[in-house]
């Protein structure tokens, strides 16, 4: 049986009998660490579930309960639990065991939050917006250029509950690193948080340098020789994925601000520090992409500027031509009615007179409009 059809009986039995029958039921079939990308789904929304102590990882694999009562029982160290778009019988069980509070298990399971940091009593919630850049060949105006997910994170004294939404943003590199810094690590579930937010905010920064290679190229192809031909929908494309961008970043600046500042229980004072450095590069890219939105106004107003400019020479040109053809087209009007009695109609070189008044007029008329510009 798979860990998520465990989770699912959690709810059906409830007690803490049903959760020691659960946790036997795990112990058929080891755990895989989905969170690493080379492994693929497999249809469990556990990721994995991992104890540490002095900011090492403890041997064998274990489960969710005995892991927690362990650690509880000891008093120190603490569980580290990933979790991939669970359900809500899935999350029940976990809910249940860890006391976590209802309204933060349904912002959990539903996803599609802003970012933002609540306290339930001695729990702290964390919600974080990923994002990666979609590679693509050359930008249009149907071209997807960024993805966002989200990963949630619930940090207890000797918790923490990692959920995650989407198909990037995996945290298997994450824990990698962590455990390769056992004195960091050491400082508890605040640091996998101070981590995990670092991690965001690096991808944001790599997404911002991607996007502006977009913008880069668009600008180029706007101020070149034939600017005017450049298709607008790929401005408007780029200015919609940064809106996109703008909603993942911007709004975790008050979060970040909050783990740097005020004083959480659940979170160590020495790492506030290094919240404050998190929150220095997210300033970084919040002041980047509003730089952005104001260069792609600015090539936006110059594309528009360019399409009027060549609308206006079309029509100076037009005009001119029209101008030049007036002239044989009013002469031969003229002569062009059946009148019996009209001048030069008998005389032998009036046919030839006419024309050359005709070619001398029009080659007048080019070249004014060309030394005028029109032509």
């Known amino acids: 049986m798979s860990m998520a059809g465990n989770l699912r009986k ?3 039995l409830g007690r803490a009998g049903g959760l020691r029958k659960v946790a036997r039921l795990a112990r058929r079939r080891p755990r895989v660490d989905l969170s690493h990308p080379a492994r693929s789904p497999l249809g469990s929304s556990v990721v994995n579930c991992v104890t540490y102590r002095d900011g090492v990882r403890t041997p064998g694999g274990g489960d969710v309960v005995d892991a927690v009562e362990r650690v509880r029982k000891q008093g120190d160290g603490f569980v580290w639990l990933g979790l991939h778009e669970p359900t809500d019988q899935e999350f029940a069980g976990i809910a249940e065991l860890l006391d976590l509070h209802p309204l933060a298990v349904e912002d959990a399971i539903e996803a599609h939050q802003r970012p933002k940091l609540e306290r339930y009593g001695e729990t702290l919630f964390a919600v ?28 207890g004294r000797d918790f923490v509950v990692t959920v995650r939404h989407g198909r ?12 390769s810094d056992p004195r960091q690590l050491a400082k508890g579930p605040s640091a996998v948080l101070h981590a995990i937010a670092d991690h965001v905010v690096d991808d944001f920064l790599t997404v911002i340098d991607a996007v502006q290679e977009d913008i880069d190229e668009v600008e180029t192809e706007v101020f070149a020789e034939h600017g005017a031909r450049a298709d607008p929908g790929r401005i408007y494309q780029l200015k919609r994925e940064l809106i996109e961008l703008k909603r ?26 290094y919240f404050r450095d998190v929150s ?18 600015s090539i936006l107003q ?21 101008a030049i053809v007036a002239v044989p087209t ?12 009209m001048p030069e109609l008998g005389w032998r070189y009036g046919y030839g007179m006419v024309i ?7 080659l007048a008329l080019y070249r004014g409009f060309r030394r005028n510009g029109w032509l």
């Open 302 to 322: 110059a594309h528009l500027a360019q399409v009027t400019v060549a609308q206006n020479e079309d029509m100076r040109k037009i005009t001119a031509w029209a």
């Open 356 to 362: 050359g008044v005709i070619s001398l007029a029009c």
């Open 248 to 273: 993942a970043v911007v709004p975790l600046g008050r979060p970040l601000e909050e783990l740097a500042v005020r004083p959480i229980r659940v979170v160590d004072p020495e790492i506030q520090a």
């Open 10 to 12: 959690v709810t059906r």
């Open 128 to 155: 974080f917006k990923t994002v990666c850049y979609v590679e693509h060949e050359r930008l249009t105006a149907s071209s997807e250029v960024v993805n966002t997910g989200e990963i949630m994170v619930f940090v």
């Open 330 to 341: 009013m002469v031969c009007g003229m002569y062009g009615m059946n009148f019996d009695h």
């Open 280 to 297: 220095d590069h997210l300033l970084r890219a919040v002041e980047q992409i509003a730089s952005f939105d104001e260069l792609l106004n």
């Open 168 to 179: 990037h943003g995996s945290l298997g590199p994450l824990r990698e690193d962590l455990e």
